[in-house]
Structure formats: C-alpha cells, structure tokens
C-alpha cells in the first residue's frame, strides 16, 4: 500500500505533489520522495513522514513532477528505496503502487544485460524495462506499452523522462484517479490530493495506460483508445481536512451520527440489488474492522431472518472449501483490501452472486462483484476505523429491515440520535484505568460479543495496550488463568437475555480481583452496585445499543492514546486499507 | 482585517438548553446563533475568522468545519474569562482586530459601522442594563465600564463587540475584556462608543423566543417540502426539504419548518415558531410564538405557546404549555418572567399534562396529568 501524485500543467510541480502526498499518508508513511522535469530531471527522496519533512523536494524545478508515499514490502524502509526510482541513465522516473510478482526473474534478466540496480525493490525492474524500450524510439508512451504486458501483479504506475512534456499512467488492480484541471491534470491514487484543485475525475480500468499533458488526457486500452466517464466528485475538501479537531480519529467519531443517518437514508430498498432480497444463506467475506461489522450482521440476519449467516477472515477464505450457492457479501471500507478482492474472485469463480459494500465510489471491489452498496461515510483518514464502521452496520442494518419487511425503519432513521447523546459522555476514570493497564479484557455476549471485538481492536490498534475481546462464556475456558487486580475487564451488560447471566459473569471475575468497567442501560440498579466504574448508556432497543456501547469504547480507546501520548491516527506499523495479502 | 469570535463559555444561565451544546450554538429562527455572527462578517468582506472553542468544543468544531469557509479553531482549556480566551488566540492575530461574542446576534451594518476604528465598542440601551457591562460615554468615548451593577447609572451597555488593535494583547490583566478596557481608560487611552443597530442577547433561555421572533421577522418565504392541497399558509413560511404537511393545516407566517418534518392533518401553526429538522407534529395541535428542535414530537390536541423545546422532546397527547407570569431563581438569581415552557434536551411528557412558566431539565420524565407551574426541574428527575 502506496500513495502515489502526478501533476502536469502550468504551475510548479513540487509544491503541489507535496501537499497531496500529505493527504495520502494514511496510505504509508514510511518514506516518501518527488522527481520533477526541470532543466533536467530532478529527483528527492528521504526515509520518514513527508509531514515531519515539510520543506523537503518542494524546492524542486518544474512542471511535470510525479511523488510517492511508501509502505515498504520489498526492501526496508531507506532512502534508497524511498520512490521515485530512477532508470540507468537517470532520465525515466516511475513510482509504483503495487506488487511485481514476476520482479525477481525480470531483476535477473536484466541485470544479464548489464543494468545497475540500486535499490531492493520490486519496482525498480519496471524502470530499467522502459529505459530498453524508451532508447528505441524515445516514445514514452511506446515504451510503457510494450513493457506493461510483460509485468505480473499488481501496479498503478506514473512515469515522466527527460525532455517529455507529458506523464504516462498505467494501471492494473491498483486504484488510480485522473484528475482534469484547467490547463493542468492529475493523478493519484484516490481523490483527496486532486479535491483541492478540480472535481471532475475519471477513474482508470484494468490494463487502462493513460498519457496526460498540460490540455489533454488520452487513454488506451491494449493499444486502442477509450472513453472513461467523467465523474464530479461531490466530496468538499473541508471533508479531508482536520478542521479544528486534535486528531482525525475524533473528528470521525464526532461525523458518525451524521454518516450513519446519510448512510439509513442512502440505502433504501432500490439501492438494494434484487438478489439481496431473499437469499437462501448468506457468506460474509472480510478483515479487521470489517469482519466485526459481519458479526454484528450475522446476529441480526439470523435473529430478525432467520437466514444462516457463515463469516469468514477474506484471508482465510480460500482455505476453507467455497459455498457453492447463496450470497457473497464482501465488506471493505477502501474497496481495494487484497484479501476481500481474492475472496470475491473466488466466489464470483463458483457461480456465487457477489455484493460488495465500500465506501469508495470507484474502488476495485465495485468493479468486481455483481452489485455494490456505498455507505456514505465521506473520507476516512485515520487509520482506525470509526465512522466506516458505523456505516458498515449502517448498511448491513438497513440490509437485514429490508429483509424482515421493514419492521425496523423508524427505530434505524432515529438511531443517529443515541449516537449524538453518547458522545456527551465523561469516560475520564475509565481511561484513568485503561491508561496504566499492561492487559485489558473485553467480554460481551451476543452481538456485545462482537462489539467487544472491535473494542478491543481499537484499543490496540491506537493505544498500544494488549486487548482481547473475549465472547463472555469463553472466558473460563482458558483466559481466566490471566485475571487478575493488575487487568482491567471492560464487560458490556445491557437488559436482554444476556443480562443475568453477565451479572454472574462479571461477579465471577470481581471474585479474581480484576477490576471491572462495565458498559450497562442508564437507570440499571443492580450492576453499578457491583463494578468498579459504571457507564451508563441510552436505555433503547438491542439495534441502538450496540452503536453506542460501539461509540463508548472507540472514545475510550481514543482517549487512553492521547493520555499514552500515541499517534493516534498513524499507529506504528499499521496502514490505513491492506492491498497485500 | 481579522475577527476572534468567542464561543468557548457554557451560558449556564440558559440552562437546561446547553447541555449538548454552548449557548452560541443554539439555533435560533433553526441555525445556530454563531452562525448569523460568521454570516455578518462575511458580509463586510471580513473572512479571516479565529473562534474560540471550549465547553463542548468538538460540537462546534464539527458545525464550523462543515461552514464553506475555511475557519481558524483554537482551544481554552479552562473557561476562565473572555480575555482568557482572547489570549488562546493571539498567535492567530497579525494586525487590527475585531472581537465578538458568539451568542449574540449582531446585523453586518453594525459590524461596518466599527471595523474601521481602533480602539472602539459597539453600545447599545438596553432595558436590564444590570446583566451587562454598564457604559459612561462622554463625547462618544467611553469614561467607565461598570461590570454587571444591581443600580445601574445608565441605560447603555457594552455589547461585547470591540474593535481593538494588536497591542491589545499586552495589556491583558485579569480574565475579563471589560476590566482590561477599564485599565486603558484609567491610563488615558480613548476608547470610543459606537451605537450598535440590531443587537440581539438572550441572556436566559426564554429571551431566545424574543431572539426568534426578531430573526424570523426578516424571513424569506420557500417551499421544498410537499404541502397538502387544503393546507393554508399566509405570511413569510419555510417549509424544508422532505417535509410534509397533512390537510386542513394552516400556518401563519412567519413560520420556518425544517427537512423532513410530518405537521398535521388539522394542525395550526402560529406566527413565530422556529421548527427543526425530522420533528413530528400529531393532528389537532396548535403550536406558536416557539422554538422547536430537531427530531421533538408532540402529540395531537395539544396547545403549545411561548415554549422552547430541545432535541428529541416527546410530548403526549393534550399537553398544553401557555405563558404565564411567574418568579423562578436562576444560578441564584431570582427573575421574573413570562414564557410557557423551557424544555431540555430528552423530556419525555405524559398526556394530559400542563406546563406554566416552569423549565424541565433534560432527560426529564413527566408521568400523565403532571401540573408544573414557575417549576425549576432539574436534569435527569421523573415527576409522578
């Protein structure tokens, strides 16, 4: 996963792909680098985040620059393999986004016929192919098309050289936008580089190699030239930008009200493909925060429908043998997770009929699968998910209403409200707690189980601090052994079927000393009798409580990484959408 | 030019209204009332704002980012005054400034009228002077700033707008603009007096229906949503987009009604009533002089006069809210007034339920046939 910004036109090039690789970090940030055509070829690249490096490659001369942000695969993060990377002769400059399967044999070959290879990457190999091809008729254009058949894998490519006017683009299963400007175009890997400067975009196909200039934008399709339609993209720039708030994380939180009703009102039944409407069983494909979404959905589906919901890890799927009928539904909120794509690949391979639900219009999964809902949750910078996560269960909600007759649209359309009323919440002895634990427990049953989940994700994924989530029963078989006064359990225990037995649960683990933060309906007499801390949420329906016991713990998680001092929105390691396996 | 808008304090005396929200946040004639305020600079090409956040800081922000204009957000940890939060935003200044309140509304004319003097308040008479800073004016320049007096020696008052110069910031001593201006004065720096034209405070929460019923006042007629055929409507009416309005319903002007509201069949709607975004209105009802907040339902055959309701408000069937004068005490200071009903955020209201001249706190539950007259009810109780 790799940010990349092209730009040709009439202003200089530097300043401007600098400010878009800022926006693209949420896509790697380990190192970054531009090369622009000026008098000649000017090249800068370093180790480290391009926002820690402000004034860096921005004093580059030119017109025509292309930029990259990296989330390293092949080679550690260095300067060396920093992008962009340069051919022999140092006129070419490409960045890649993307794998080269076939790199290693290709390295060979050329390094047989004597080119000099300076970094580990997979990427330089599709450099010194152009710089071959390149020196036969000095057509870029020619040389990116005769060497792009003989790559394997994946790529969204830009490439510039020496004494060209223009940029060449070439995409395969990699997201890449043209942006078209006003006597200058764009590319990039999404929109939020390009929102600032134009909002008309036309999104790259498979296989699509594309020539941009100051005043045009051609695109060819194995050699002959095709139309992609003009979009305008109705995301305002204020939507990436971080407004007033410390953290992208809790400007998300603080929009979920708002994407959660946009996403109720935007999925209506005929947003809904037909083959949605009763499906036989239903297999839920995806990772991360996602799959928790899909767990949230298996218990509604097969409570409210009484439709079998089978959930599988998208990396894990193809292990497993494939359903041979009924729905695929693949969740991801970047539409480009490797894992999801090859598990739809798989499904869409035996004859299954595929939804896909992302949050980006233009995205690979909604080329791939049958039929594709988008929640309307607007950017999402942060790595961690919040507000996607809401729209996620905002459309698989709305999917299963639609399935049980609609039974439930009034309780969906004031379901924001909760949301809004929970963000109130004071949660500081709850994080006073959190904050000096090495270990913390999360334990729910039912759909809490899932909520208990995806707490203890968040939990990690920001703060550092090693969570579990547990399904509550689980507990003694085996996790128990850890309990003790120094492991803070966070037990959610709302009224329902559940709550007796989570009273005798949490008592139990009172017994071993831990301390327990429970998550419970306002007005409950017995339960904050018997925890440490109690934090009441709205008393309404099953549906509405696991969106705001939801919310709880992503503030929660939110604020024991700021008390930790962590970066919030750029955890260590970690990078906004998977597109590796 | 630039302009620091101060939208960092509760406003605890308009309480209940405030727990979700600052008191420049609430919507008045349905926008918050800070946006009438960012609404009058623009209009004097003044587009470099600094607001200054605080009590429920992320609520405003969330509101000021979705603005078209981009807006400068600073932080005051603690709510320690209004030269305190000046102070949070000094590195944003580079020149000449102009500071106004959030939570008062002021007309761009005014704001003309002061922009280009340094050094300079915008005052205006008011009828309480005692709940402001009371001014002395000689020749247009201000002699003295008396902050909140019990007997005060005049009618006019300082409307919190200033327009100041960067220096300003040097000077600051204490926690409140009005002592630092005092000190400017005593050291002979002249300060002069500008009358203020339309300048609106609500200083408790049923002064926000006066604010409402002079906002509508300039209201511009438009319909979006679906008005039934036998609906009548006289006078300045907006009615929002997805909204629907049942037969036999008659709305005098003026009259805003926000999106996606159901009002009717056989409802009347009296001339000055705010109403939000997704509120319902059962058949029967009469509603007027009110203000009505996003996603409140009130039952059918109900009377609802003089009232503000907050969001997600549930009134039952026959309730009747209707102004009468009365004594209530106020963050410890006994008023007189004359209103329906103040709602808070929440209020769940059984049926047959009347409300005189009382304020229910949020989150409150009031069971069947309640009475409550000049009642002070406080957050979170259930009234049997």
Known sequence: ?581 | MQAVILAAGEGKRVRPLTRSRPKAMIPVANRPIIEYVIEALLKNGIRDIVVVVGYRKEQVTRFLNQLDIPIEVVVQTKQLGTAHALLCAESKISGDFLVLPGDNYIDPKSIAHIKDIPNAMLVKEHPNPSNFGVVMLEDGYVTRIIEKPEHAPSFMVSTGIYSLKKDFFSKIHGNDITDVISLMIDEGEQIQAIPAGDWQDAIFAWDLLRMNRHLLSTLLPAKEGTTSRQTIIQGAVRIGKGTTIGPNTVITGPVFIGNDCTIGPNCCIMPNTSIGSRVTIEPFTSIGNTLIMDDSMIGSHSLIKDAVLGERCTLADHTSASPVKGILEIEGCVTQSEFGAILGDNVKGGSFSLYHNCIIGNNVTIEEQGCLKSRNIPDGSMVM
């Open chain 1, 1 to 581: 996963m790799c940010g990349i910004v092209g730009y040709v036109g009439r202003r200089e090039a530097a300043p401007l792909i600098v400010e878009g690789l800022k926006k693209l970090e949420y896509r790697g940030y380990d190192s970054f680098g531009v090369a622009t055509i000026g008098k000649t070829l000017e090249l800068d690249k370093h180790k480290g985040r391009i926002s820690d490096n402000a004034q860096s490659a921005s004093h580059l001369k030119g017109k025509v620059g292309i930029g990259h942000t990296r989330w390293a695969t092949h080679g550690i993060p260095n300067n060396i393999n920093a992008h962009p990377h340069l051919d022999c002769t140092g006129t070419i400059a490409i960045v890649h986004n993307g794998i080269i399967e076939n790199y290693a044999e290709l390295k060979r070959q050329l390094k047989a016929r004597g080119h000099t290879f300076r970094s580990d990457t997979d990427t330089e190999v599709v450099v010194h192919l152009i710089e071959e091809e390149y020196g036969k008729k000095n057509d870029l254009l020619f040389a990116v098309q005769t060497v792009v058949p003989k790559l394997e894998g994946s790529y969204a490519l830009l490439v510039i050289a020496d004494n060209e006017e223009r940029m060449i683009a070439a995409r395969n299963a990699s997201p890449l936008v043209i942006g078209i400007g006003d006597g200058e175009n764009f590319a990039a890997s999404d929109m939020t580089p390009i929102l600032e400067h134009t909002e008309r975009a036309m999104f790259l196909e498979d296989g699509d190699i594309a020539t941009l200039s100051r005043g045009e934008v051609t695109i060819f399709n194995h050699g002959k030239v095709v139309n992609r339609p003009l979009e305008l993209i109705d995301w305002s720039l204020e939507d990436v930008k971080k407004g007033g708030f410390a953290h992208f994380m809790l400007k998300e939180i603080y929009e979920q009200p708002q994407s959660f009703y946009n996403t109720i009102c935007a999925v209506n039944p005929d947003i809904i493909p037909e083959f949605v409407h009763h499906p036989l069983t239903v297999t839920v494909v995806a990772c991360g925060s996602s799959y928790h979404a899909g767990l949230i959905f298996k218990y509604l589906m097969e409570e409210s429908c009484r439709i079998p919901v089978r959930l599988e890890y998208a990396s894990e799927f193809k292990y497993y043998p494939p359903p041979i009928e009924g729905l695929v539904i693949g969740i991801t909120q970047s539409g480009e997770t490797a894992d999801t794509l090859t598990a739809l690949k798989q499904a869409k391979a035996h004859n299954c009929r595929t939804l896909a639900i992302t949050n980006i219009l233009g995205s690979s999964v909604s080329r791939l699968a049958d039929a594709t809902i988008f929640m309307r949750a607007g950017p999402e910078i942060s790595v961690a998910a919040t507000k996607s996560f809401v729209a996620q269960l905002a459309v698989l909600m709305q999917i299963v209403n639609n399935i049980a007759d609609r039974k439930c649209n009034d309780m969906l359309l004031h379901a924001h409200q909760a949301i809004e009323e929970i963000l109130l919440i004071d949660l500081t002895d709850a994080v006073a707690v959190c904050t000096l634990a090495k270990d913390i427990f999360y334990v729910g049953r039912g759909p809490f189980y899932a909520v208990a989940l995806e707490g203890a994700l968040k939990m990690k994924e920001i703060s550092y601090i090693h969570a579990e989530g547990y399904a509550a029963g689980e507990l003694k078989h085996g996790p128990f052994a850890l309990l003790s006064s120094e492991t803070p359990v966070i037990a959610l225990c709302t009224p329902g079927d559940t709550y007796g037995v989570m009273i005798s649960n949490i008592k139990e683990m009172k017994a071993r000393g831990a301390p327990v933060i429970a998550i419970g309906s306002e007005g409950d007499s017995e339960l904050p009798d018997i925890v440490d801390i109690f934090i009441p949420i709205p008393n309404t329906t099953p549906f509405v409580q696991v969106l705001t016991s939801l919310v709880v713990l992503q503030l929660l998680a939110y604020y024991t990484a700021v008390a930790l001092g962590r970066d919030v929105d750029k955890p260590r390691n970690l990078a906004k959408s998977v597109t590796v396996e």
